[in-house]
Each structure stands twice: as C-alpha cells, then as structure tokens.
C-alpha cells in the first residue's frame, strides 16, 4: 500500500495529466481529429476522477494541511486556492452533464455547455498543481 505522504504528489500528477489530456483534446477536435478528442477527454475524466478519490482518501486520513507561507504570498496563495474550490465544486455536474451530452451524440448541446466546461476544467486542473507547488515546495 502506498504511504499517504506520496498522494499530495500523486495528486499534482493526476491534475497536471489533466491539464496536458485536455489541451490535447481541444486541438484533436479543432482538427476534427473526434476520436483522438474523445480518447482525450475520456482519459480526462477518468484521471480527474482518480485525482478526486485519492484527494479524498488523503484529506480523510490526513486532515487538512495548513499553509506555512507568509507576507504577500499568504493572500496569493488563498485567492488561488478559494477560487480553485469553488470552480472544482462547480465543475464535477458540468463535466458530468458535458460527458452525458456527448455519449448520447447531443452535439450541439456538448459543444455549448463544453465552452465552459473545457476552460473551468482546465483552471482547476492547473490551479490545483500551484496550489500543491505553493504548499508543499514553497512554505
């Protein structure tokens, strides 16, 4: 079994992995490259569920972890992590219904909901491996 201390890093991992898997996506399909996008966002969606559960798994037997910066980094830091929760709380339906929209070949109505989801996913993805960066290799 893997020690705990490993699933902070783990999960930078699973968040950058995120971030590369869409950006990919979003040009296979500017391409029209759609099943090289859809592998894309599938894996997507299947790292960032794995991120969720081993953040989960590690905050449950963890705790929180407090941030140790200080002076002008403290509020940086916070602005960053508050917007990052928020936009993460919003996008688990939006990516799920974007998903939904897709399988079911509803593709007027994925691409409309996907202009916002993609965006959001992409901040939360690259958001989530500064606020591991700021936490754990700066204070």
């Given at each position: 079994?893997?020690?705990?201390?490993?699933?902070?890093?783990?999960?930078?991992?699973?968040?950058?992995?995120?971030?590369?898997?869409?950006?990919?996506?979003?040009?296979?399909?500017?391409?029209?490259?759609?099943?090289?996008?859809?592998?894309?966002?599938?894996?997507?969606?299947?790292?960032?569920?794995?991120?969720?559960?081993?953040?989960?798994?590690?905050?449950?037997?963890?705790?929180?972890?407090?941030?140790?910066?200080?002076?002008?980094l403290?509020?940086?830091?916070?602005?960053?992590?508050?917007?990052?929760?928020?936009?993460?709380?919003?996008?688990?339906?939006?990516?799920?219904?974007?998903?939904?929209?897709?399988?079911?070949e509803?593709?007027?109505?994925?691409?409309?909901?996907?202009?916002?989801?993609?965006?959001?996913?992409?901040?939360?993805?690259?958001t989530?491996?500064?606020?591991?960066?700021?936490?754990?290799?700066?204070?």
């Open positions: 079994m893997m020690p705990y201390s490993l699933l902070p890093h783990v999960n930078a991992f699973l968040n950058a992995t995120s971030a590369v898997l869409l950006v990919a996506g979003y040009l296979c399909i500017r391409k029209k490259l759609i099943n090289f996008h859809r592998w894309c966002m599938v894996v997507a969606v299947a790292t960032s569920s794995l991120f969720l559960v081993s953040y989960l798994v590690y905050h449950s037997r963890v705790g929180s972890v407090r941030f140790q910066g200080q002076g002008w403290r509020p940086v830091y916070f602005t960053i992590l508050i917007s990052h929760t928020l936009l993460a709380v919003t996008l688990v339906p939006l990516v799920i219904i974007t998903l939904r929209r897709a399988l079911e509803k593709f007027d109505r994925h691409r409309r909901i996907a202009h916002w989801t993609l965006p959001l996913w992409f901040y939360v993805s690259v989530g491996v500064v606020v591991y960066l700021m936490l754990y290799h700066l204070s």
